[in-house]
């Protein structure tokens, strides 16, 4: 009886953290077969991205990007940290071949996920069903989670941060036993890392709790309980990364590629500002005045998305006040003995990933992990944990029916404090240019025989190529759209490989006879790309190609047959 209740709860975490996406997306007016809401920039690349993954055996090599050769992601593992998730992608890509429709459905899923996570990991720090439920629904409807949205898809998925969260604070608080549940756990985190950020973020905290526990307990079974799941990360990243390590001896390192610094862990460092102010374009009209007024007057960087809500800066206010009274010796009763070590993880993280904080110095040995604004997702359960801690404590003190509307009253204050309309993508927009460029390629390829190649202009190199006039990864739109040809976007800068360096940029007297001599059948010319609409490009290539060009039935682009 007992675990079938424990069932209907998990279940109605999942189905109300559903319910909360389609309420607070509006769902109803969505196409779940267009992207939901960035149909540009990163959001192109992780469509790019799954499809590479639904249609092909692992993502390290695409064989439709970078013609006449093809797409070797060794350089740029960006989802070698995601194991899990590429295996989801691959599964989607057997029942449709739509690559919109499974990146929809992979974040849809991420709110009934982290719900169930958050609520049996407060279910394993002997909070009340009732307590995990609520809370799990508030830390799944955080604002990290809709602004990272689609654009930072695997940040989106951030299901393991509970997991992630208990390692460090069971490490800390001693009750960690290796073995295979444990590292199962680990095995989670590292295989859904939110492209290694969650791991990484995990080992650091792991790492510390053990420390602090050895210091404080002299047992060094702490220093084993934490080298244990810290050697379980690193072991399953090792080994997702392997083909990256195996290509990198074989054909050396690209310095082209991923090229971090130690100063860009300021540059993406957290505020406690961003975790206490409210959201943007709060319900409450003084409040998003406010909001606004800083964010016009101080500079700002992605860690906007890291807000707490008010039940969370409730919380974390609480842990500060928890770790000031542990200093001075004061509170140091057994039932606060969760909180110290609640309040002790979240000080650590604050420490560490504040702008000026510990990061910087980390980055100078490893500036890989840049973002540690990111960390703000760990903050935010350690501060909701605390919450539901509380609420435990106030449950003998106050009648049956009034605790139960105490709690409907925080899920509705919380929840309604957390989300802004501003979360509703514009799907009428995004679906009239999705369909735009749908219809545009489709053209191209009625009449081009299967597994053409194509040669793109201009030349945006890849990754993480710089800024111009419109947003990154726009070439990858053509692959998104078509299902048999071949594209010269995409081959990875620096190699040898990449065609497209050495000739797309080349006038069209030199670029033509090598694209024939490759093999290509077909040169598209991205006419929003250029400063003069691409009339100087289109100019070049009517010099040699001769007759006007086709063009696309929204007029963006322009077609040559070779």
Known sequence: MRSE????????????????????????????????????????????????AMEHTWFYENPDLGAPHKQLLYDYPVLSGDGLHVVLFRLGGLFTDDPALVMNLFFLLTFPFTAVTGYLVLRRLAVGRDVALVVALLYTLLPYHFIRGETHLFLAAYYAVPVGAYLALSVLDGRVRIGLGVGALAALVALASGSFYYSAFTVLLVAVAAVLRFLETRERRALAAGGFVVGVILAVSLVQLSPTIVYRIKHGTNDEVAQRYWFESDNYGL??????????????????????????????????SATLGVVGAVGFLWLLAVAVAAVVGVGRSRELETHRSLAALTVVAVLIGTTGGLSTLIAVAWPQIRAWNRLSVFIAFFA???????????????????????????????????????????????????????????????????????????????????????????????????????????????????????????????????????????????????????????ADLRGVLGPAPESSPDGRYLFWRL
Do not use: C
């Open 5 to 52: 209740r424990e069932a209907g709860f998990i279940a109605a975490a999942a189905l109300l953290a559903s319910a909360g996406a389609v309420l607070f997306l509006k769902l109803w007016d969505a196409d779940l077969r267009v992207p939901l809401s960035f149909y540009s920039g990163d959001g192109t690349l992780n469509l790019a991205l799954i499809k590479d």
């Open 271 to 304: 505020k406690i500002t961003q975790l206490l102010l409210p959201v943007d374009g709060h319900r409450i009209d003084a409040l998003a005045d406010r909001k606004a007024e800083y964010r016009q007057q101080i500079p700002q960087n992605e860690g906007s």
């Open 384 to 538: 909701l944990a605390a919450i539901a801690l509380l609420l435990e404590r106030l449950r003998q003190r106050v009648p049956p029916v009034a605790f139960l509307a105490l709690l409907v009253g925080v899920l509705a204050l919380g929840a309604a404090d957390q989300t802004t309309a501003a979360f509703v993508p514009p799907y009428a927009d995004v679906k009239a240019k999705y369909r735009a460029d749908a219809q545009s390629i489709r053209s191209l390829e009625a009449r081009l025989p299967e597994r053409a190649a194509v040669v793109q202009l201009p030349y945006e190199p890849f990754p993480e190529p710089t800024p111009g006039l419109q947003d990154l990864y726009e070439p990858a739109k053509p692959y998104i759209h078509s299902s048999d040809l071949r594209w010269s976007w995409g081959a990875m800068r620096g190699r040898p490989d990449d065609w497209a360096a050495r000739y797309a940029t080349k006038p069209a007297a030199e670029l033509v006879p090598a694209a024939r001599k490759a093999g290509f059948a077909e040169i598209l010319v991205d006419r929003l790309a250029y400063p003069d609409q691409g009339a100087a490009a289109e």
